[in-house]
């Protein structure tokens, strides 16, 4: 199977778990395509038997440019499996409270792109510090405070659970069809 793997990514996490879930189903036999959303806009997916869309959300909203993407593209990726993956630091709590807010997040994201994905995964991202500008620096660390986490400002911290990401993406799309 052809599957197209689109993100948009602020800090360069969601990249990094689009190439992941790239290798895993390419490991698994599929041929895999995997493109910035920015590089994704004229994409025909005619060609594609499967999609992965995948955002980190900021500011409670996925980025605009994967939203305008999946509006373009609702009735191709509406007749495919799909999946939508959701990249931020609140899925690595499990608060119920905090997933309850993605989950209307990716479901304001669907209704207002008329896109309705296959599955919708939550996946915990990463504190980028060496990469923040000095306000975002300060915010995250005193959100990581508040919520009882030591970080170390001059280190990044990955909370992405790979195991759980592969087994997400084992057996799916389903089976290829013979060539």
Excluded at 44 to 54: C, E, N, P, Q, S
Aim: a negative charge; proline letters at 4%; aromatic letters at 10%.
């Amino acid at each position: 199977m052809k599957i197209l793997i689109c993100y948009a990514t602020t800090e360069g996490q969601t990249r990094k778990i689009a190439r992941f879930c790239a290798d895993q189903l390419f490991a698994g036999g599929h041929n895999v395509e995997v493109l910035a959303v920015n590089d994704a806009e004229a994409l025909d997916l005619a060609g594609f038997d499967a999609a992965i869309l995948a955002g980190s959300v900021h500011i409670g909203r996925l980025q605009r440019e994967l939203a305008t993407f999946a509006e373009a593209s609702a009735p191709a990726l509406n007749g495919l499996p799909t999946k939508l993956l959701v990249v931020s630091l609140s899925a690595a709590g499990g608060e119920k409270s905090e997933m309850d807010d993605l989950d209307r997040m990716a479901q304001a994201f669907c209704h207002e792109t008329g896109w309705t994905p296959g599955a919708v995964h939550h996946v915990a991202g990463a504190f980028r510090f060496t990469e923040y500008d000095f306000f975002k620096f300060w915010a995250l660390r005193w959100i990581a405070a508040r919520k009882g986490q030591k970080v170390d400002p001059n280190a990044d911290m990955e909370y992405t659970d790979w195991a759980v990401l592969a087994d997400l993406l084992k057996d799916w799309p389903g089976p290829q069809s013979p060539a």
